[in-house]
């Protein structure tokens, strides 16, 4: 038996290679949000076990071990980060500007 050939065909190095939005975290992918455009990960939630996070979108928590989304602004920081649940994520548009809590609905 031969050792496998771990080389590409084709030829093509790495720079010439078409962008899949793949890095070492999973899928990343850029959108607009607000007019400037947004990174949004895909979070599995497995590896946040035991932080608790509030989705801008709805203002309710997001139990530990759901998987969500993080948002944040393409030139901002680590402090600019938002989690969100992937359906306030994909509604973000057609929410009006002010979210309003029910009665019940936990103040944290």
Do not use: F
């Not at 947004?38 to 979108?57: F, L, T």
């Not at 998987?67 to 920081?77: D, Q």
């Not at 509604?91 to 009665?103: E, F, G, N």
Request: charged share 35%; aromatic share 8%.
């Amino acid at each position: 038996m031969s050792p496998r050939n771990n080389r590409r065909r084709g030829g093509e190095t790495p720079d010439e290679r078409p962008s899949t939005g793949l890095d070492r975290y999973g899928l990343e992918r850029t959108e607009e949000y607000q007019g400037e455009d947004w990174k949004v990960r895909h979070v599995a939630g497995a590896s946040a076990a035991g932080k608790r996070y509030r989705c801008p979108g709805c203002d309710q928590e997001i139990p530990s071990g759901t998987p969500h989304l993080v948002a944040w602004p393409e030139y901002g920081g680590v402090d600019d980060r938002r989690h969100w649940h992937k359906a306030c994520w994909n509604a973000k548009d057609r929410r009006t500007s002010k979210v309003q809590r029910s009665r019940n609905a936990p103040r944290h």
